[in-house]
């Protein structure tokens, strides 16, 4: 099993205590013996797949229901070190750079339409771009994990309208009721993680009492199934609403759960891990890995971000 990389890479801190990647020489091969993709429901939606890379700046454009595609387009415009990505529901897609910005790109559109201005990253930080949510309402979230921040930006707001105080923030999801789900850690190691839920427009979290070795990346289900990341196990915990046990794991290693990102139907889950640069496709259903898809991606560079439109419903 791979060690998440916790040491300095050219502009990446130490103390990016979530931006922790694996560091093999090679990604997982395509399985050739892996069964066909259910492509019926996801092929008539037509979807986009975007993937961030981290050096080059770009977001590279995909066919989402295609095979190890090759990209169709890329978004370069007003970005800087591309972190996480979020699509809302009407296709809207928001960028979340090094440099302390959040830059949304309506359905279609390669031109930044507007840019969100984040507060600079607290003590050690090189940017705060480690998580990026929306909200049905509009609401933009994002997390500072040096400067223990989760902001808010409301509807139109190009700067945080408010700012909630949580230790080492991480991850970020949405459910259909638009309860926010934060991941955040004990220390600034980035070990020992939980989440937190707020209700919409709320100040004050829940503790859900959902503890992880090392923080990863958050998502919800159609069924309001929480999965947390886990960086520490290589695996990604269901957690079903109210429980305190996973009821399901989703094995990813030798790759970190960093980021993933479903298929409308949510037949596929898409993950990123870091280094070296690829998509990790797998079944959600079973856990399976189905693929790996590195087209267009160098293999030298880090691929921090994935988000599928047409988004989900909520």
């Given at each position: 099993m791979r060690s998440p990389l916790l040491t300095p890479i050219a502009t990446l801190s130490a103390a990016t205590l979530l931006l922790t990647h694996g560091c093999a020489a090679g990604g997982v091969a395509a399985d050739p013996s892996?069964?066909?993709?259910?492509?019926?429901?996801?092929?008539?939606?037509?979807?986009?797949?975007?993937?961030?890379?981290?050096?080059?700046?770009?977001?590279?454009?995909y066919r989402e229901q295609l095979q190890n595609p090759a990209p169709f387009g890329k978004i370069s415009e007003g970005l800087s070190n591309s972190y996480n990505l979020f699509v809302d529901q009407r296709g809207t897609l928001y960028v979340q750079g090094n440099n302390n910005t959040i830059t949304e790109f309506p359905k279609g559109r390669k031109k930044p339409h507007k840019v969100l201005n984040e507060p600079p990253a607290g003590p050690g930080g090189y940017g705060t771009g480690v998580?990026?949510?929306?909200?049905?309402?509009?609401t933009v979230y994002a997390v500072d994990p040096y400067g223990s921040q989760l902001y808010e930006f409301a509807n139109g707001s190009t700067s945080p309208t408010t700012t909630i105080g949580i230790s080492h923030p991480y991850g970020l999801a949405l459910d259909s009721k638009n309860d926010l789900y934060v991941g955040y850690t004990y220390s600034s190691s980035g070990f020992n993680a939980r989440v937190m839920e707020y209700a919409p427009g709320q100040t004050t979290g829940k503790d859900l009492g959902i503890e992880v070795?090392?923080?990863?990346?958050l998502n919800v289900d159609v069924h309001d199934n929480l999965l947390v990341g886990d960086q520490g196990t290589q695996l990604i915990d269901v957690f079903r609403p109210g429980s305190k046990r996973p009821f399901r794991q989703i094995d990813t290693a030798p790759n970190y759960p960093y980021q993933f990102a479903f298929s409308r139907s949510e037949h596929r889950l898409y993950l990123v891990s870091g280094t070296p640069a690829a998509v990790y496709v797998y079944d959600y259903k079973t856990g399976k890995?189905?693929?790996?898809?590195?087209?267009?991606?160098?293999?030298?560079?880090?691929?921090l971000g994935v988000a599928v439109e047409p988004a989900a419903p909520w």
């Amino acid at each position: 099993m791979r060690s998440p990389l916790l040491t300095p890479i050219a502009t990446l801190s130490a103390a990016t205590l979530l931006l922790t990647h694996g560091c093999a020489a090679g990604g997982v091969a395509a399985d050739p013996s892996a069964p066909a993709l259910p492509l019926a429901r996801d092929a008539a939606i037509d979807g986009t797949l975007f993937v961030s890379d981290f050096y080059s700046a770009d977001v590279l454009l995909y066919r989402e229901q295609l095979q190890n595609p090759a990209p169709f387009g890329k978004i370069s415009e007003g970005l800087s070190n591309s972190y996480n990505l979020f699509v809302d529901q009407r296709g809207t897609l928001y960028v979340q750079g090094n440099n302390n910005t959040i830059t949304e790109f309506p359905k279609g559109r390669k031109k930044p339409h507007k840019v969100l201005n984040e507060p600079p990253a607290g003590p050690g930080g090189y940017g705060t771009g480690v998580s990026l949510a929306v909200g049905s309402d509009g609401t933009v979230y994002a997390v500072d994990p040096y400067g223990s921040q989760l902001y808010e930006f409301a509807n139109g707001s190009t700067s945080p309208t408010t700012t909630i105080g949580i230790s080492h923030p991480y991850g970020l999801a949405l459910d259909s009721k638009n309860d926010l789900y934060v991941g955040y850690t004990y220390s600034s190691s980035g070990f020992n993680a939980r989440v937190m839920e707020y209700a919409p427009g709320q100040t004050t979290g829940k503790d859900l009492g959902i503890e992880v070795k090392l923080g990863g990346g958050l998502n919800v289900d159609v069924h309001d199934n929480l999965l947390v990341g886990d960086q520490g196990t290589q695996l990604i915990d269901v957690f079903r609403p109210g429980s305190k046990r996973p009821f399901r794991q989703i094995d990813t290693a030798p790759n970190y759960p960093y980021q993933f990102a479903f298929s409308r139907s949510e037949h596929r889950l898409y993950l990123v891990s870091g280094t070296p640069a690829a998509v990790y496709v797998y079944d959600y259903k079973t856990g399976k890995l189905l693929r790996s898809d590195t087209q267009g991606l160098s293999p030298s560079g880090y691929a921090l971000g994935v988000a599928v439109e047409p988004a989900a419903p909520w």
